[in-house]
C-alpha cells in the first residue's frame, strides 16, 4: 500500500452515461468529505448485478439521478483518509467497509428498521446510482453507514461482503430456520455461493440450484450438500421433494430470472415453507393468490443491508472466515467484468483492486 494521501486533485473512474447507455473511464475530481463524511481511498470495489441492471430496461424502481454520468459500484473497502470532523470514531489508516446509502437521516423508523430507501426526509441517494459510487479512486462515505473491519478481514477482499455479503446473510438468517432444516439457494454466484457458506455455518442442509455448472461448480466448493442444474436436469424438482421428505423449508432466490421465482412454489414444503425474495428480476414477480391465501407458502423479503444489520454479518463472517470467492482486476477492465457476468461466466466475485 502505498500513500493514503491523494497526490494530485483528479482520479480516475468507470462513469455510467446514461445518454449514450455506456461506460467511461474518466478523469473527475477527488471529492472532498463534509461533517459527517469519511474520505476513503478505496481498496477494493466489487461488482453486482445491480450495477449492471443500469444497463438494462427495468421495472422494479432503479432510478438514476439528475447527474447523467455517475460512477457505478456499491460495494466497497478501503482506508480511511481524513474526517470531516473530529467526533467521527474513526482515525487516518483505519481499514473500513462501508454501505452506500447517503443523504438519509439514520435515525427515523424506516432508516432503523426497514431501509434507508424510505427514510422520511425523501433525501436519500444511494452510490453508484444517484451519486458517484466505488469504481473510483476515492471517495465520500458517510461515518454512520462504515465500520472499522474486525481482525482476520482482508480490506482487499472485504468489499463484497458490504453488499453480496449483507444480503445474503439476512436472505438466509430471516429465515429463521432451526439446524438441520432444508434450504434451497437459487441462484449460486455471486449471491449465492456466499448464501451456501452462511447457511452451511447456521448447520443448514442446503440444495444449490442454477443453471451455469462453473455456478454449481462453486455451489459445491461452498458447502452445498446437493446441486441441481434446473436447465439439463428434466426431474429436479421431484429429485429435491423426494430428498428432502416434502419440500424445502425455504427457497431463497438471489437470482434476477423471473422463471426460477415461477418454479420455485414447487419445492417448498406445504404449510410451512418460505420464498425467500432477493434477487430482482427486470420484470415483476408472479404470484398465485390462492396458494398465499390457503397458506400454501410464505413469502418474505430480504434484501441489502443497513448500517444497523450489517454489523452482525461481517462479524458472523470474519468469526467463520466468510468471504466471497473474487477474482481481481485492473479499473481499465471493469467493462471486461460486466461482459463475464452477462455471458454468466464469472464464478463468485469480481472486483478492482486498488494499489
Partial sequence: ?????????????????????????????IPSPRAHELLVKVACASLCHSDVMLFEPNDQGLILGSNPCVTIGHE?????????????GFKAGDKVGFLCAVDCCFDCYACRNVHNSWCVTGNTKMQGFTVDGYFQEYVCVDARAAMVLPE????????PLFCAGVTAFHGVEDCHLEEGKWMAVVGCGGLGHLGIMYAKAMGLK??????????LDAAKESGADHVFNTMTDKDWQ???IELTDGGVDAAVNFTASKKSYDDAPAIIRPGSGILMVVGIPQKPIELNALDIALGRYRVLGSNNGTCYNMRSC???????????????????EVPKMIELMNSHKAQGRMGVRFD
Avoid: C, W
Avoid at 478501503?78 to 467521527?88: C, E, H, I, P, Q
Avoid at 482476520?152 to 468489499?159: F, M, P, T
Avoid at 461481517?314 to 481499465?332: G, M, P, Q, W
Fill in 314 to 332: 461481517i462479524e458472523f463472517s470474519a468469526k467463520h472466515n466468510i468471504n466471497a470467492h473474487l477474482t481481481h482486476y485492473k479499473l481499465e
Fill in 206 to 215: 442446503v440444495i444449490g440450484l442454477d443453471i451455469a455448472p462453473q455456478a
Fill in 238 to 240: 421431484k429429485k429435491i
Fill in 76 to 88: 466497497g473497502s478501503g482506508f480511511v483518509v481524513a474526517s470531516g470532523s473530529a467526533d467521527l
Fill in 152 to 159: 482476520g478481514l482482508d480490506v482487499y477482499k472485504a468489499a
Fill in 1 to 29: 500500500m502505498g500513500s493514503l494521501h491523494p497526490t494530485k486533485k483528479t482520479m480516475k473512474a468507470q462513469q455510467y452515461d446514461a445518454r449514450d447507455n455506456a461506460l467511461h473511464l474518466n478523469e473527475i475530481p
